[in-house]
């Protein structure tokens, strides 16, 4: 443990602590297991102290606390994070967010909340205003508001509204900074992607200001095809058509759908599944688009509610999920194709790797124009082999977010803000306290 943590604790008050290892050990993990190569470098590493402020006040007080005795900082939501982002490197505090869940007010489409509610949660709280969430990642049922703003990009919504990066998906966020005596500073507007995907290194977050979307009544269904081709020409067509309202669009190759235990019944044996989220009001449209062209197997009303698995845990990196339960062999990538030749670009793909690849997408907007990304499940055999796929989809125009790396820098190419979040950094965590390990390109001033 850090020498200065006995000190520190002390400082706290009575800001909850927990210091007892196996707890402190088990929470210092996100979901870095789901690459093999991220597993073996991140395996053991913890905080030594997990603390869980409830207001901003008690987070000034750990930052304080934190700056004094020059101990790491580590922020934590619910650690679902993929990249090992709420994983502390240099042992010191795990900052847990999720008490920090006050709604302050929510008015003209904008809801102003504390970092630590559940997406979920949130939702629920907003429908009777008619409102819901613009884009949510498909772990909404256990990811915090602040998680998704710090560690994700995008999701189920980003077809209508692109990822986070896009201007005006943030409206505002409050951080506190690390020193000893720390200062909250509102980010507003573009200024907000400071904190966007800088899993933390950044600022502590203790309220955002997130714009809403209409709160339509969803519907999800799965539909048939015989071809991976086909659904991804139709899904293309549909996310296109502007005037089909939708929250979802994700096809899905076999045999990925084998895997998806209990809506197994409604995909049929060797034929590829469309996964949407249409708008009830949208259904008619939808199937008249549809024709002949697939056959739906499963339509219903969609809800978070327990007892009834979403469509979309089926989606985006639930596919990975979904398939590890049943074969630890398998990883996935992140990957964004050309938006005007993307279907030829997707099938050039799976056909390059017949073995190894296992095809879903996800139409998205990215800068205004609608594209699939995609986070194929990959059958692992080595480093080498991995990286030379990723190589190979580069050479032939498909980018690539390298999801098996830890550091800001190597992880997200297609990221706007990386200069103004190192400068940034300097303003706000001088000291290199907050994340340390996951800014490569940081280098702390010496101490005076
Ligand atoms: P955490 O994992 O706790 O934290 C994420 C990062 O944010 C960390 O670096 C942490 O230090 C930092 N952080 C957390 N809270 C704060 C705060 N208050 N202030 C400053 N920094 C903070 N992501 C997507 O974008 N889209 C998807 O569709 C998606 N699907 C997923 C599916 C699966 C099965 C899994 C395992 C992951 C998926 N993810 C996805 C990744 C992840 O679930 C999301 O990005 C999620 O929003 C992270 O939220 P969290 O509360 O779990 O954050």
């Known amino acids: 443990p850090h020498?200065?943590?006995?000190?520190?604790?002390?400082?706290?008050?009575?800001?909850?602590?927990?210091?007892?290892?196996?707890?402190?050990?088990?929470?210092?993990?996100?979901?870095?297991?789901?690459?093999?190569?991220?597993?073996?470098?991140?395996?053991?590493?913890?905080?030594?102290?997990?603390?869980?402020?409830?207001?901003?006040?008690?987070?000034?007080?750990?930052?304080?606390?934190?700056?004094?005795?020059?101990?790491?900082?580590?922020?934590?939501?619910?650690?679902?994070?993929?990249?090992?982002?709420?994983?502390?490197?240099?042992?010191?505090?795990?900052?847990?967010?999720?008490?920090?869940?006050?709604?302050?007010?929510?008015?003209?489409?904008?809801?102003?909340?504390?970092?630590?509610?559940?997406?979920?949660?949130?939702?629920?709280?907003?429908?009777?205003?008619?409102?819901?969430?613009?884009?949510?990642?498909?772990?909404?049922?256990?990811?915090?508001?602040?998680?998704?703003?710090?560690?994700?990009?995008?999701?189920?919504?980003?077809?209508?509204?692109?990822?986070?990066?896009?201007?005006g998906n943030i409206r505002a966020a409050r951080i506190v900074t690390v020193e000893p005596e720390p200062h909250a500073i509102e980010l507003r507007g573009d200024a907000a992607q400071k904190v966007n995907r800088a899993y933390g290194t950044t600022g502590i977050i203790t309220a955002l200001e997130m714009p809403l979307a209409p709160a339509w009544p969803w519907v999800e269904m799965i539909v048939a095809f015989d071809t991976f081709a086909g659904a991804m020409a139709f899904g293309h067509a549909a996310a296109l058509a502007d005037g089909i309202v939708k929250k979802l669009i994700a096809p899905i190759a076999w045999p990925l759908p084998s895997f998806f235990a209990e809506v197994r019944p409604f995909c049929p044996e060797g034929r590829a599944v469309l996964i949407v989220m249409v708008a009830e009001a949208s259904v008619e449209s939808f199937k008249a688009l549809l024709g002949g062209d697939g056959d739906i197997t499963l339509e219903r009303p969609a809800s978070d509610a327990p007892g009834q698995t979403p469509l979309y845990e089926y989606t985006w990196n639930h596919t990975t999920l979904q398939m590890l339960k049943a074969d630890r062999g398998v990883t996935y990538l992140q990957c964004l194709f050309p938006h005007d030749r993307v279907l030829e670009s997707v099938g050039e793909m799976c056909a390059m790797f017949p073995e190894e690849l296992l095809g879903h997408c996800e139409f998205i907007r990215f800068g205004g124009r609608v594209t699939a990304s995609a986070l194929p499940v990959i059958r692992f055999s080595t480093p080498e082999r991995l990286d030379a796929i990723m190589a190979l989809h580069e050479a032939h125009g498909v980018m690539i977010a390298n999801p098996h790396v830890m550091t800001l820098e190597d992880g997200s190419r297609h990221k706007r803000a990386d200069a103004d979040q190192i400068g940034f950094k300097r303003e706000v965590d001088p000291m290199g306290l907050l994340n340390p390990g996951k800014m490569r390109s940081f280098v702390p001033a010496p101490r005076a």
């Open 3 to 167: 020498p200065k943590l006995g000190a520190l604790i002390d400082a706290l008050g009575d800001v909850p602590v927990v210091t007892e290892a196996a707890t402190v050990r088990k929470r210092s993990r996100d979901f870095f297991w789901y690459s093999p190569i991220l597993n073996a470098q991140l395996h053991g590493k913890s905080a030594d102290v997990l603390v869980s402020p409830r207001t901003e006040a008690e987070v000034m007080r750990v930052a304080a606390a934190c700056a004094r005795f020059g101990v790491p900082i580590t922020p934590r939501g619910a650690a679902t994070g993929n990249y090992g982002q709420a994983v502390p490197l240099h042992g010191g505090v795990l900052l847990d967010l999720s008490g920090l869940t006050e709604v302050e007010w929510v008015r003209g489409g904008v809801v102003r909340c504390g970092p630590g509610l559940v997406m979920s949660e949130l939702d629920a709280m907003l429908a009777p205003q008619g409102l819901e969430q613009r884009l949510h990642p498909s772990t909404k049922r256990r990811a915090t508001v602040g998680g998704f703003v710090a560690g994700g990009s995008g999701g189920i919504g980003s077809i209508t509204y692109g990822g986070l990066r896009e201007p």
